[in-house]
């Protein structure tokens, strides 16, 4: 069993930014792949970044340039670096762990981009 706990929403200004962490507890498996997907109010959720263990990254095409994964495997803790933030970045952020046809999901984490 996995638990995955974000902290590091909040409100933050158009063009600020922020740095969302997320600590997984339990077994973390090398096979795992980590990442963070956010669903903005009366959307779907979406994925934002995903990374292997061995730091291969992929981005949704809206936030390449502007937002940067990272992980510490001696941590278990995969963090989202948020820069140049827009409005429409403004979502619940949920830190997800991908093991094959498993996943599990944090309760999120509230990011809000308003002047």
């Known amino acids: 069993q996995v638990q995955l706990v974000e902290s590091g929403g909040g409100l933050v200004q158009p063009g600020g930014s922020l740095r969302l962490s997320c600590a997984a507890s339990?077994?973390?498996?090398?096979?795992?792949?980590m990442g963070w997907y956010r669903q903005a109010p009366g959307k779907q959720r979406e994925l934002v970044a995903t990374?292997?263990?061995?730091?291969?990254?992929t981005y949704a095409d809206s936030v390449k340039g502007r937002i940067t994964i990272s992980r510490d495997n001696t941590k278990n803790t995969v963090y989202l670096q948020m820069n140049s933030l827009k409005p429409e970045d403004t979502a619940v952020y949920y830190c997800?762990?991908?093991?094959?046809?498993?996943?599990?999901w944090g309760k999120g984490t509230l990011v809000t981009v308003s002047s």
């Open positions: 990374i292997t263990r061995g730091g291969s990254t």
């Open positions: 997800n762990l991908a093991r094959g046809v498993m996943s599990y």
């Open positions: 339990g077994v973390v498996l090398t096979i795992d792949v």
